[in-house]
Nanobody, 127 residues
């Protein structure tokens, strides 16, 4: 069993920054990637960013490209999301997800690619 725990959410002003963390515990991480998704109020969950665990290739949605940066610490089995130049439309519950069985990383933007999910952390951006 894998447990994912997010932290770092909170309130920020437009133009500000927040850094989210997602720590994996339980099994030794052996999958192909981890990602971040978000769900805004009244909307469906959408892909934000993903990172390949081996090699560190990074993928972003168009809405956050150039503002958000995903990174990983393999020794700590932790993935981070640095969010800069935040906008009110970034307000959402952010959840991290992990693929644990080696599925092709090419499906990184599809929620069905991931096997485990965290509970989520609220990010609120005020204008």
């Amino acid at each position: 069993q894998v447990h994912l725990a997010e932290s770092g959410g909170g309130l920020a002003q437009a133009g500000g920054s927040l850094r989210l963390s997602c720590a994996s515990s339980g099994r030794t991480f052996s999958g192909s990637g981890m990602g971040w998704f978000r769900r805004a109020p009244g909307k469906e969950r959408t892909f934000v960013a993903a990172i390949a665990w081996s090699g560190g290739s990074k993928y972003y949605s168009d809405s956050v490209k150039g503002r958000f940066t995903i990174s990983r610490d393999t020794a700590k089995s932790t993935v981070y999301l640095q969010m800069n130049d935040l906008k009110p439309e970034d307000t959402a519950v952010y959840s991290c997800a992990a693929e644990m069985y080696g599925a092709p990383i090419r499906n990184y933007s599809d929620s069905f690619y991931y096997d485990y999910w965290g509970q989520g952390t609220q990010v609120t951006v005020s204008s």
